[in-house]
């Protein structure tokens, strides 16, 4: 299966791990652009914008989505949040819902101001458990 992995950057080390699990099972791995950098801490934070507009990153992650068979959120806890899924991954959710394609949550939807949206697009939880991850081969 060709799974786009999404998640607040601020995970990029976990998103790292993820791939190396997910690609020794078989899967094709898609991660954000910059994702080793960001590992790294080599790029500051505050250009993020800069970087998503000279690179077409918002466009780019939806082309990389549309070719994908799911996507797979990374909602680590952060920001004083149990399973954090910022701005970006609820937008990826949207481009993945509106294209059709699974929805995995590693875990459960937090409690947001957009936790509604995020239910109505049933994406399924995976409760920290990657095996769980379903569908057929690359």
Known sequence: MKIVICGSMSFAKEMLETRKILE???HQIVIPRFTEEHARQLLPKSEDADRKREHDLIRDYYRKILESD???VLNYD?????????????LEMGFAHVLHKPIYL??????????DEMRA???MILHG???RLHGKGP
């Open 24 to 26: 020794a099972q078989g």
């Open 70 to 72: 799911a996507i797979l």
């Open 78 to 90: 952060a920001n004083g949040i149990k399973g954090y899924i910022g701005g970006n991954s609820f």
């Open 106 to 115: 590693l875990y459960p939807i937090p409690q947001m101001n957009y936790t």
């Open 121 to 123: 697009m049933d994406p």
């Open 129 to 131: 458990d990657l095996s």
